[in-house]
């Protein structure tokens, strides 16, 4: 999905760049914390004047929203726009007791759990809510069909966690993503 303005270290060209080089620049710290704050509000901006309220959650595709200078990004532009207590930030990271006992999607919820342990601390230092667990990491492959996880998704669940899902049918600006 193209940006809404010039973001010209994360997506060259207007056009965003993949998870692999946004992963390796973000370890670097070689993209721009404001250049995330600049479109964070204006998708922020451009949410609230079309459906005229909040986001009541925030999220980065695969993620990228808890990665090293995206994340502290993240917090901030949330901490500065969002009314007090009324917009969580989604936290990949959950118990490792309760990521183990699900058995689907392990090695990727460790994973995952190591940048959100770190995004977690950070937002709530802040000020900024997040979820308290999250679930829902399997294997992409269509090899076993979704419903055959979700249960195993529900185990271990503490109350305000969430469970990642992809429903419905992808429109032409995720035609060409994996997921």
């Known amino acids: 999905i193209e940006p809404l303005g010039p973001v010209s ?3 060259a060209k207007g056009k965003p760049a993949n998870f692999s080089d946004v992963f390796r620049r973000s370890i670097a710290s070689r993209i721009d914390a404001e250049d995330i704050r600049r479109e964070l509000k204006r998708q922020w901006e451009a949410f ?3 459906l005229g309220t ?3 959650h925030v999220d980065g595709h695969q993620h990228i929203h808890q990665l090293p200078v995206i994340r502290d990004a993240v917090i901030e532009t949330v901490a500065s726009l969002a009314p007090k207590g009324g917009t969580y930030v989604r936290a990949c990271a ?6 183990l006992g699900r058995r689907v999607g392990v090695a990727r919820a460790f994973a995952l759990a190591y940048f959100g342990r770190e995004f977690r601390l950070r937002a709530k230092a802040r000020g ?3 979820n ?4 829902g990491l399997y294997d992409l492959s269509g090899r076993a069909p979704y419903i055959s996880f979700f249960s195993k998704f529900l185990i271990g669940l503490r109350p305000r966690s969430v469970i990642l899902c992809h429903p419905g049918n992808p429109d032409q600006g995720y035609r060409d993503d994996p997921i």
């Open 128 to 130: 900024v809510m997040t």
């Open 54 to 56: 909040q986001p009541s």
């Open 94 to 99: 959950d118990r490792p007791t309760a990521i």
């Open 9 to 11: 270290s994360i997506a």
């Open 132 to 135: 308290s667990g999250f679930s």
């Open 48 to 50: 609230r004047d079309i």
